[in-house]
């Protein structure tokens, strides 16, 4: 099959749905299928010459576009991104236009990224403004003309959309990958703007006019089945990464300080709904017992500045082994996984929690909250928090995850045997399983 897949996080932040895409990508890729990206890279050439300088420089800017997202077409477009550029398009008509790059693999250069696993691109500008400003009638006729165009069996929206099946063409089915109902299930989300209604929209949409639904979890799929009881949903959950079988150890401890297997981590987007409020209280209450550093990795989200005002608020010697990473290097990352004693993760609510699969990977022991689908990832293998509201049963927990050998020694053999479970073998499996129900 021809699978096109898309997703707005495509032009904005591509870490989390990054992830979970090119794993997609990577399983439809290795089951045989011809797989693609829907990018929102302008269909007119930046270079109009020599046949294979173009295509050399196209696929510099497919990689750039991919790191980068939209800030990458500041020398394509004219002004960029802007309201009045998108409003001359629509006024042109040229939002209907679009293109067909077939991705080379001797063209791609440096590390390898979701590039490496495309066997081509779609180029159709602005689309993307269209899909996330639920603009229902402009995107689904645009990604309908593309799936008519070039053969599409399948589009594939990484999450939910407002696209339906029945506007791609009788020979394309719509496939809907859903993580979880955040936006319509906490209060713990952005409040001031329309993100609630948009997202109920986009997962009803999804609900009831895809052809095939995937969800990470039997937590997100039971939430979705709670007003959808018709919901047919195929649970694929997701893949703990390998890297700790490719990485090197980086220079990011002696960068900050930190030695090996005495400190504690939390690495994820530094957001209110992640409960690192909590968590400084928390780290407060029992710094002097446990006397060792909080790192917290991740690049700020929702609700970041409340977290820097806690943070402001704590007594200067607690904030003086607090630290705060910001986003860091793939590379980066996982050294700090490896050499933590702990992952604290007291998070309110996760899709499935791939963090602690991958701390679970270095053989670190995991503290974190039973809720949402968190416990579907840790099973037996974590330190279960049952009230992350509630701070004291955070800080006693921190004590017995840094202070109690015996606890740490099974969550660590628990762990390593966990995170099997996620392989990357099992979840092809499960999404090829899922990809077969759609054939015809």
Do not use: W
Request: hydrophobic share 40%.
């Amino acid at each position: 099959m021809r699978i096109l897949f898309l997703t707005v996080d495509a032009e904005e932040n591509m870490r989390g749905i990054g992830a979970i895409m090119k794993n997609l990508i990577k399983a439809a890729r290795e089951e045989g299928h011809e797989v693609g990206l829907l990018t929102g890279i302008p269909y007119k050439h930046a270079y109009e010459g020599s046949a294979e300088l173009r295509d050399r420089v196209e696929h510099i800017h497919l990689q750039h576009y991919l790191i980068e997202g939209r800030k990458s077409f500041r020398y394509m477009i004219p002004g960029g991104y802007r309201k009045r550029n998108l409003l001359k398009y629509m006024l042109r008509l040229k939002f209907l236009q679009h293109s067909f790059m077939p991705v080379r693999q001797d063209l791609l250069s440096g590390k390898r990224t979701l590039a490496y696993e495309l066997d081509f691109i779609v180029r159709a500008p602005f689309i993307y403004q269209f899909i996330s400003r639920n603009k229902s009638r402009i995107s689904r006729k645009v990604v309908g003309r593309i799936s008519r165009a070039y053969n599409i069996d399948v589009v594939f929206a990484v999450s939910p959309t407002v696209l339906r099946g029945k506007d791609l063409g009788s020979n394309t089915k719509l496939a809907t990958f859903i993580h979880d109902i955040m936006p319509v299930d906490m209060i713990e989300t952005p409040a001031d703007n329309d993100t609630p209604v948009r997202f109920a929209r986009q997962i009803e949409t999804a609900v009831d006019e895809s052809d095939l639904l995937m969800a990470n979890s039997e937590d997100t799929a039971n939430k979705v089945r709670a007003f959808a009881p018709h919901a047919k949903i195929h649970v694929v959950y997701g893949v703990a990464s390998s890297a700790k079988n490719e990485v090197t150890d980086s220079a990011i401890l002696e960068i900050k300080n930190l030695q090996p297997d005495s400190y504690l981590l939390f690495a994820a987007a530094v957001e209110k709904r992640k409960n690192i409020e909590g968590l400084f209280e928390a780290y407060t209450l029992v710094y002097d017992e446990i006397n060792m550093p909080l790192v917290i990795v991740g690049a700020p989200g929702y609700g970041f500045e409340d977290i820097v005002d806690k943070y402001d608020s704590l007594p200067a010697h607690v904030r003086d082994h607090i630290l705060f990473t910001g986003y860091v290097s793939e590379d980066d990352k996982f050294t700090l996984f490896k050499h933590a004693h702990a992952f604290v993760f007291p998070s309110y609510y996760e899709g499935i929690g791939v963090q602690i699969l991958e701390a679970m990977a270095y053989g670190i022991p995991v503290m974190t909250s039973n809720k949402g689908a968190l416990p579907e990832a840790g099973g037996d293998a974590a330190l279960y928090i049952n009230n992350p509201y509630d701070t004291r049963e955070i800080a006693d927990a921190l004590v017995r995850i840094c202070k109690d050998t015996e606890l740490r020694k099974t969550l660590v053999e628990k762990g390593m045997n966990r995170n099997r479970e996620f392989s990357f073998d099992k979840f092809k499996e499960r999404v090829s399983a899922a990809l077969n129900s759609v054939k015809d």
